[in-house]
């Protein structure tokens, strides 16, 4: 499905299909919606008494705030913010301006859950330590929030909306520390023989790395119209990351209860 998609987006944007990013955006919501649902699903499986259900209680409220604030993003593409929000200033400003850091909060509650998985592995007193190309990965990801913050200098220069820059500079920098613990986090799963935990890390981590690359491209949107989708397909590789993540945790503990 990931790949199918970017396929036929690549072909849309070589033969000029019209609205191509307001189509994928609306496809990269419904994957959002099913990534929320799977991961409630898959704790409602979890005993009353597992730790896990309390990890995967922040990363559905993570992913859920993520999926209001995408609601939020669809009523400005299709022009139908309600009329008592787009006709009083201080409640469009709360709205425009305000609402699209429920983003980092969403980012901030998949990091809760993502530190109380790696505080469980340490307090196993297993010998973990990150691969070579687990620490190259690592040491690529601080810099994203610098180069999001150098473009924009550049290509946002003059901009109608006040904030952006700031916006996109801490989302980038929330979202590289996000992906930065699911790379450790995948390290340590595959150091446990691998299998499925080293999936959901792993493609967790690839979720975090897309979504920060998709502001590099939004930086660059106003002089290059075609990082617009470029943009659009990053956040679409997010959205199937996360819904990787959660079917395979689905799958996972429906196993195991099955098995007990």
């Known amino acids: ?3 199918g998609v970017l396929a036929a987006t690549a072909v849309g944007y070589w033969i000029g299909v019209p609205m191509l990013r307001l189509a994928l955006f609306l496809a990269t919501l419904a994957v959002e919606v099913a990534a929320v649902y799977l ?3 898959g704790r409602a499986l979890l005993a009353r ?8 209680l922040w990363i559905g409220l993570g ?6 604030a995408e609601l939020r993003l669809a009523t400005l593409y299709l022009d139908i913010v309600p009329n008592f929000v787009a006709d009083v200033p201080w409640a469009w400003a709360v709205y425009f301006y305000g609402l699209r850091y429920l983003y980092t909060v969403a980012d901030l509650a998949l990091l809760a859950a993502l530190l109380a998985t790696r505080r469980a592995l340490l307090s196993t007193g297993l010998d973990f330590h990150l691969r070579p190309r687990d620490a190259l990965l690592l040491v690529l990801l601080p810099p994203l929030p610098v180069t999001v913050y150098l473009l924009q200098s550049v290509f946002l220069s003059i ?12 989302s980038a920098s929330v979202g590289a520390v996000v992906s930065g613990v699911c790379v450790v986090l995948a390290s340590a799963a595959l150091q446990m023989g691998g299998g499925a935990w080293a999936w959901i890390w792993g493609a967790a981590a690839v979720a975090g790395i897309a979504r920060a690359l998709a ?4 930086a660059i949107a106003p002089t290059f119209p075609g990082a617009v989708v470029l943009e659009q397909a ?5 959205a199937c990351g996360w819904l990787l993540a959660t079917l395979l945790h689905l799958r996972l503990v429906t196993h195991e209860r099955g098995g007990a």
């Open 234 to 238: 990053l956040l679409w590789t997010f």
């Open 49 to 56: 008494d597992d730790p896990g259900r309390r990890l995967w």
């Open 159 to 170: 901009s109608a909306d006040a904030g952006l820059h700031t916006f996109r500079i801490i």
């Open 1 to 3: 499905m990931w790949a």
């Open 215 to 218: 502001f590099a491209a939004a």
């Open 39 to 41: 991961a409630l699903a």
């Open 63 to 68: 992913l859920g705030l993520r999926l209001i």
